[in-house]
């Protein structure tokens, strides 16, 4: 049971455009979100969050959008820059039990930004 | 402060054999996860260890287990290796909350392929 859901497996924006990367959720009870970059032999590093009191989040280039009766949140990336090309993932903690370390990600969705 | 450290990086195995993970929390994170990442199945929870305690748990068979140790150091071991175990296994660390407003630190994997 995919409970989120990155639709979109790639996208490709021009160096300087806006990068917007988009998540759906089927549990309303998740509250919290995380989105997570990921390199080629790394391993994820956490970008930015929100909280489900909240609709948005900036942090620098980084904004995240939470619309929660619609139970999607999005990621956008302004401006866009090659160093951005990565896979990004969405991630929610467990809801319904206990969430110690157990995050829900979605399936990650490529983005690759050229110069 | 040194992230998390996994080892081995690369591991090769045949069926059936068994395999001995490690990871390294940063200093000071007392709760250590591992994932699995596969192309088809994208990251899954397998497991969270707090204080040598197991406190989650993922839905994954038995063959697949973990440990911690006093120093927080941790190891994952699958037994009776199957040629679907091949992944990317991550570890992450955290102080040691709930993962709701605390965020994870991966390590950069070990990559298993099971011939």
């Known amino acids: 049971d995919q409970q989120v859901k990155q639709n979109s497996p790639s996208l490709s924006v021009q160096e300087g455009r806006i990068s917007i990367l988009n998540c759906d959720y089927t549990n309303s009870m998740f509250d919290y979100f995380l989105w997570y970059k990921k390199y080629p032999a790394e391993g994820p590093t956490f970008l930015i969050s929100?909280?489900?009191?909240?609709d948005k989040n900036e942090d620098g280039r980084f904004t995240v959008f939470l619309n929660k009766s619609a139970k999607h949140l999005s990621l956008h990336i302004v401006p866009s820059q090659p160093g951005d090309s990565a896979v990004y993932f969405c991630?929610?903690?467990?809801?319904?039990?206990?969430?110690?370390?157990?995050?829900?990600f979605g399936q990650g969705t490529i983005l690759t930004v050229h110069p | 402060k040194a992230g998390v450290t996994q080892t081995p990086r690369y591991l090769i195995k045949t069926r059936g054999q068994q395999v001995t993970l490690s990871c390294s929390p940063i200093s000071g994170h007392r709760s250590v996860s591992w994932y699995q990442q596969t192309p088809g199945q994208g990251l899954q929870f397998l497991f969270e260890?707090?204080?040598?305690?197991?406190?989650n748990k993922g839905n994954f068979p038995g063959r697949f287990s973990g440990r911690q140790f006093s120093n927080s150091r941790s190891e994952m071991n699958v037994s009776t290796l199957e040629l679907g175990d091949s992944a990317l296994y991550l570890c992450a660390s955290q102080t040691g909350g709930k993962a709701t407003n605390e965020k994870l630190f991966f390590g950069s994997g070990t990559q298993l392929s099971v011939l």
């Open positions: 929100i909280s489900s009191i909240k």
């Open positions: 260890y707090f204080s040598e305690t197991q406190r």
């Open positions: 991630a929610a903690p467990y809801a319904g039990g206990t969430s110690y370390g157990k995050l829900t």
